[in-house]
């Protein structure tokens, strides 16, 4: 059974970076697009972007130019490099398939945005 672990995620000032990972299991990883969601307080999980095994990336408009994905199909590890964050960017990250997730979600891993 497929299974995500992200990390990387902390507290960061208004217009502070962090770069957040994600490394998969149980699954043939360099077939499958894979994909960044976030979880509000209080909001539903939403995408954030995806990459598709040959490195081609979608974002959605409140993250473009801000956020890249990347992938290590090597690693099993996908990449989110976030930059000039807001603090409506706080939310817990989480990676999956990003085209039809998995129903097995990890952990994810918190990022808040806060002077």
């Known amino acids: 059974q497929v299974q995500f672990v992200e990390s990387g995620g902390g507290l960061v000032q208004p217009g502070g970076s962090l770069r957040l990972s994600c490394a998969a299991s149980?699954?043939?990883?360099?077939?499958?697009?894979m994909g960044w969601y976030r979880q509000a307080p209080g909001k539903q999980r939403e995408l954030v972007g995806t990459?598709?095994?040959?490195?081609?990336?979608n974002y959605v408009n409140f993250v473009k130019g801000r956020f890249t994905i990347s992938r290590d199909n090597a690693k099993k590890t996908v990449y989110l490099q976030m930059n000039s964050l807001k603090p409506e960017d706080t939310a817990v990250y989480y990676c999956?398939?990003?085209?039809?997730?998995?129903?097995?979600w990890g952990q994810g891993t918190q990022v808040t945005v806060s002077s």
């Open positions: 999956n398939f990003g085209d039809v997730p998995s129903t097995n």
């Open positions: 149980g699954t043939i990883f360099r077939f499958y697009v």
């Open positions: 990459i598709r095994s040959g490195g081609t990336t």
